[in-house]
Nanobody
Framework: QVQLVESGGGLVHAGGSLRLSCAAY????????MGWYRQAPGKQRELVAN???????NYADSVKGRFTISKENVKNTMYLQMNSLKPEDTAVYYC??????????WGQGTQVTVSS
């Protein structure tokens, strides 16, 4: 069974940095895209960034210029480098993987808290 393992969340002061990782295990089919979503209390889950096979990336306007998504294809591992963090970035961050038959997989979530 596919398993997504996230790490790297935590508590940081505003202006600080964190790096999230997501490793996908036991993928039976090739990955089409990997992405990070986040959900703050009382809000809907939203796309933060994703990276498509071939390397193209998409970012939410709120994180452009501050966050960078990257992937190591051999390891099926994705990273999210988050710089210049703001209190409004506080949320649970979820890893998402889409395979070539459009099966969607989610990680368990990792908490990111940015204090002002």
């Amino acid at each position: 069974q596919v398993q997504l393992v996230e790490s790297g969340g935590g508590l940081v002061h505003a202006g600080g940095s964190l790096r999230l990782s997501c490793a996908a295990y036991r993928m039976r089919l090739s990955i089409v895209s990997m992405g990070w979503y986040r959900q703050a209390p009382g809000k809907q889950r939203e796309l933060v960034a994703n990276i498509i096979t071939g390397g193209s990336t998409n970012y939410a306007d709120s994180v452009k210029g501050r966050f960078t998504i990257s992937k190591e294809n051999v390891k099926n591992t994705m990273y999210l480098q988050m710089n210049s963090l703001k209190p409004e970035d506080t949320a649970v961050y979820y890893c998402n993987v889409l395979d070539r038959v459009s099966s969607n997989y989610w990680g368990q979530g990792t908490q990111v808290t940015v204090s002002s």
